[in-house]
């Protein structure tokens, strides 16, 4: 089963920036796609962002562009959320989940990491 480990989570002020990362155990890393999700309390877990199978295009949520970049180093087995101009509503549970393909909806990903927690202050 595909090991999921986010890391880089942290309380900063709005306006600051945070990298998060996601590291995989499986060998064949960039036959999955690798996607971000966000869940605030009382919501919805949210899609963020989602790199391709191949690993070569990446997508974001409207209410993260321009503000998130995803990016994938297959040598590492690691994906990556860099978050920028941070806003006190992005505060959330990010994880990172793959699967055979980008999707919106949270159901359809079979694997998940544990989470890590964003706070931001305003």
């Known amino acids: 089963e595909l090991q999921l480990v986010e890391s880089g989570g942290g309380s900063v002020q709005a306006g600051g920036s945070l990298r998060l990362s996601c590291s995989a155990s499986?060998?064949?890393?960039?036959?999955?796609?690798m996607g971000w999700f966000r869940q605030s309390p009382g919501k919805e877990r949210e899609a963020v962002s989602c790199i391709s199978v191949g690993h070569s295009m990446t997508q974001y949520a409207d209410s993260v562009k321009g503000r998130f970049t995803m990016s994938s180093d297959n040598a590492k087995n690691t994906v990556y959320l860099q978050i920028d101009s941070l806003k006190p509503e992005d505060t959330a549970i990010y994880y990172c989940a793959a699967h055979l393909g980008c999707s919106y909806y949270a159901r359809d990903w079979g694997s998940w990491g544990q989470g890590t927690q964003v706070t931001v202050s305003s």
């Open positions: 499986e060998f064949q890393f960039d036959d999955y796609a």
